[in-house]
């Protein structure tokens, strides 16, 4: 292709009355090449006689000043072969049958594509590659409906994935959970951090989002998360229990995108990927699960605190304005899934891959379980037992050893190599082990009075009788909890010296009138 600048000089050098020939030889092009831009010249010139506005001689001026072109529209590609497109046609052929099968996660990328045709000894770059994947599927791009809405009319809901490393979750780094909310309207965010991506998540997520929004959004618009959607029948989604128990409650309406159409839900899924970056991009470790829920938050309101480019407003401001339309708040539901399990012969339930004790009057009886996303709560007969923390992972233990009073008055022997010991605590572990190894029934009754009033409270009647230099014995640490500490004075030291100044005080300035006289 020739440049702007030789195609001046074409003209240039015709105007000045030199023939093809050499103007040719002096341009080093080709007379072919000399004689299409002299005739387009002509033809231009022509044209802008006959012209009758000055928008016809702008438009003529605009041609002759125009870059040279080439049509290359019917020029076939060198080393895109017809044995190239016909493998390119049957992987994408390959793909269909793979998307309408339901593995779309399966389908060939065109990277991938290109890989496989490297492999076959195929001489071709992945540029050409994807130019001729496009003229085979020759798809037309799609126009998209930008949607208007009003205050507090609708939400947009998504999980989304983050790697992190909390120490009293897991040492190691894993995959956690974001649940994540925006307002259409405002743009306002709410995140939540989470372990799993379940029922319990799903439904204590949107609680904590209500009461932190102070009302109920008009319509929530979900993708097909197996949370949100129980399956499909006959290309229509039946809700699962979780939403509809939600739905039902707070009275807002649900609305699904169409399957892998992201851009239906663009705020929010947008909305992910900025919080997940503005979030956790400087900072993957914590040492607790609170301490990252802490930061998330913060982050969170910062970002709503910060003002919009698009409406010069923040979106905490835009929240403001929804409040008045929302739907009104309620009554928190009680966001437990429902379990039930039998209690084994070790006095444990086994909860989400997961062993938790239970007292052992319970063996072989079924007890209910509420399941929330950081604990278990365990009922008998519609009566509370106890309250568990969740156990992340699989086969852990949760063990409390008071459980088991009643199995180690009738096993003492039994606690030296027990489960339970080993999963206890490492100061009761050593308080065994310095003082109770030889006298298990006393180390039972030592249970009994932590039981009976507290761990820290017996760990605080121990340190005391340590720092005394008394032995440890059960009936010393209970004379201990029966000793009422003294009530201690506020500051009696700093009374006593204010006192005896006022006295020196008083003293010197009858001295300095006089001194003491007598009648």
């Known amino acids: 292709m020739i440049t702007m600048t030789k195609k001046h000089e074409i003209i240039k050098l015709h105007l000045e009355g030199l023939n093809k020939s050499r103007i040719a030889r002096e341009l080093g092009v080709t007379r072919d090449t000399v004689r299409k831009y002299i005739k387009e010249y002509q033809a231009h010139e022509q044209e802008l006689e006959k012209a009758r506005s000055e928008a016809e001689r702008e438009s003529i001026?605009?041609?002759?000043?125009?870059?040279?072109?080439?049509?290359?529209?019917?020029?076939?590609?060198?080393?895109?072969?017809?044995?190239?497109?016909?493998?390119?046609?049957?992987?994408?052929?390959?793909?269909?049958?793979?998307?309408?099968?339901?593995?779309?996660?399966?389908?060939?990328?065109?990277v991938d594509m290109h890989e496989v045709l490297m492999k076959e000894g195929h001489d071709i770059s992945y540029r050409s590659v994807c130019e001729a994947v496009n003229r085979i599927v020759d798809k037309p791009k799609e126009a998209f409906i930008r949607q208007v809405v009003s205050p507090g009319e609708m939400v947009e809901f998504d999980w989304g994935e983050v790697t992190l490393t909390i120490d009293d979750i897991d040492p190691r780094e894993r995959r956690f959970l974001l649940a994540v909310f925006t307002l259409h309207y405002s743009g306002h965010r709410f995140a939540a951090l989470y372990t799993l991506e379940n029922t319990a998540s799903f439904n204590d997520a949107h609680?904590?989002?209500?009461e932190a929004i102070g009302g109920v959004p008009g319509e929530i618009v979900y993708d097909n998360a197996k949370t949100a959607v129980k399956r499909f029948v006959q290309r229509k989604r039946e809700l699962s229990e979780a939403l509809k128990r939600l739905k039902n409650?707070?009275?807002?309406?649900?609305?699904?995108?169409?399957?892998?159409?992201?851009?239906?839900?663009?705020?929010?899924?947008?909305?992910?990927?900025?919080?997940?970056?503005?979030?956790?991009?400087?900072?993957?470790?914590?040492?607790?699960?609170?301490?990252?829920k802490a930061h998330l938050s913060a982050k969170v309101e910062e970002l709503n605190g910060r003002k919009q480019q698009r409406t010069e407003r923040s979106a905490n401001t835009g929240?403001?304005?929804?409040?008045?339309?929302?739907?009104?708040?309620?009554?928190?539901?009680?966001?437990?899934?429902?379990?039930?399990?039998?209690?084994?012969?070790?006095?444990?339930?086994?909860?989400?891959?997961?062993?938790?004790?239970?007292?052992?009057?319970?063996?072989?009886?079924?007890?209910?379980?509420?399941?929330?996303?950081?604990?278990?709560?365990?009922?008998?007969?519609?009566?509370?037992?106890?309250?568990?923390?969740?156990?992340?992972?699989?086969?852990?233990?949760?063990?409390?050893?008071?459980?088991?009073?009643?199995?180690?008055?009738?096993?003492?022997?039994?606690?030296?190599?027990?489960?339970?010991?080993?999963?206890?605590?490492?100061?009761?572990?050593?308080?065994?082990?310095?003082?109770?190894?030889?006298?298990?029934?006393?180390?039972?009754k030592l249970l009994e009075l932590i039981k009976s009033h507290s761990l820290d409270r017996i760990k605080r009647a121990i340190a005391r009788l340590q720092a005394t230099h008394r032995p440890v014995k059960t009936d010393l640490v209970r004379q201990e909890l029966s000793i009422k500490p003294p009530v201690e004075m506020e500051h009696p030291s700093l009374d006593i010296t204010a006192h005896a100044k006022s006295q020196l005080t008083s003293i010197t300035e009858l001295f300095a009138n006089g001194g003491v006289t007598h009648d």
């Open 207 to 210: 609680v904590r989002y209500f």
């Open 319 to 444: 929240l403001a304005e929804e409040r008045t339309e929302l739907l009104p708040s309620r009554v928190p539901l009680d966001t437990g899934v429902l379990d039930e399990a039998k209690v084994n012969k070790y006095s444990f339930i086994y909860v989400d891959s997961n062993f938790y004790s239970v007292p052992d009057h319970l063996v072989g009886k079924r007890v209910s379980i509420r399941k929330y996303p950081f604990s278990i709560r365990v009922l008998h007969k519609d009566r509370h037992i106890l309250t568990h923390p969740r156990i992340y992972g699989k086969n852990g233990h949760r063990v409390e050893i008071t459980h088991y009073i009643d199995t180690l008055e009738k096993k003492p022997g039994a606690i030296k190599r027990s489960l339970v010991l080993r999963e206890s605590s490492d100061w009761l572990q050593k308080i065994y082990q310095s003082y109770y190894s030889t006298t298990p029934k006393e180390f039972v």
């Open 61 to 110: 001026i605009l041609k002759v000043n125009a870059k040279p072109t080439y049509d290359t529209s019917k020029r076939k590609p060198h080393k895109v072969t017809d044995e190239i497109i016909a493998r390119l046609e049957t992987m994408i052929a390959e793909n269909e049958t793979l998307r309408k099968g339901g593995n779309r996660k399966l389908m060939r990328k065109r």
């Open 249 to 292: 409650y707070y009275g807002f309406r649900v609305r699904f995108t169409n399957p892998y159409s992201g851009h239906e839900k663009g705020a929010v899924e947008r909305s992910v990927e900025f919080v997940r970056r503005r979030t956790f991009s400087g900072r993957q470790h914590f040492r607790t699960l609170a301490e990252a």
